[in-house]
């Protein structure tokens, strides 16, 4: 888990291998049940509150970042 004290920010990523989807999904974990946090769309930057999510198709990489409220 990961957890980010007031103030601070926090990026995590990962790399995939399908060449071809329409979008991909960041969820949160808990409990054995996902909780969703972003969709992103075909190479773009979405936000949404305190998350920002990045999609690379021509590296295939994808972030999540966040940054705690004080």
Known sequence: SVVVPDGDSATLSGSYK??????????????????????LISGGTEKSGKLKGTLDE?????????????
């Open 58 to 70: 021509k590296e295939l990489l994808s972030a999540l970042h966040t940054t705690a409220t004080q």
């Open 18 to 39: 399908a060449t071809s989807f329409q979008s991909l999904f960041w969820f949160q974990q808990k409990e054995n049940m996902p909780i969703f946090l972003l969709r």
